[in-house]
Nanobody, 130 residues
Framework: VQLQASGGGLVQAGDSFRLSCAAS????????VGWFRQAPGKGREFVAA????????FYAEFVKDRSTISRDNAENTVYLQMNNLKPEDTAVYYC????????????????????????WGQGTQVTVSS
């Protein structure tokens, strides 16, 4: 499966964005898909993830009150909506995926680590101006 992230750009503080992660080559029914981000000079960090077949979601603490991760079966696409953007949200946002045998195995795994996912999209830049 290949992942294509899109939807980034330049936005103002307080605005929102919606990023898309379109998958091709295979449906995502047996996958978990996550969003990660990497700010300038920093390491890549977990933002949110969704277990495709159950729709269960997890969020990093710093975004959980202003973000929604969702998936569209028909489009084979995962979305990340983030509201009330702050300059510190400026980063390259990546989507990543991994096949998982079950929801419980994923829930108890190290899904927040960048090493967990083995399929990565190319990243999309989001810049939040103050």
């Amino acid at each position: 499966v290949q992942l294509q992230a899109s939807g980034g750009g330049l936005v103002q503080a307080g605005d929102s964005f919606r990023l898309s992660c379109a998958a091709s080559g295979r449906t995502l029914g047996s996958f978990a898909v996550g969003w990660f981000r990497q700010a300038p000079g920093k390491g890549r960090e977990f933002v949110a993830a969704v277990h495709w077949s159950t729709g269960a979601t997890f969020y990093a603490e710093f975004v959980k009150d202003r973000s929604t991760i969702s998936r569209d079966n028909a489009e084979n696409t995962v979305y990340l909506q983030m509201n009330n953007l702050k300059p510190e949200d400026t980063a390259v946002y990546y989507c990543a995926a991994k096949t998982v045998p079950s929801y419980d195995s994923w829930r108890t795994s190290n899904y927040r680590r960048t090493s967990f996912c083995d399929i990565w999209g190319q990243g999309t830049q989001v810049t939040v101006s103050s």
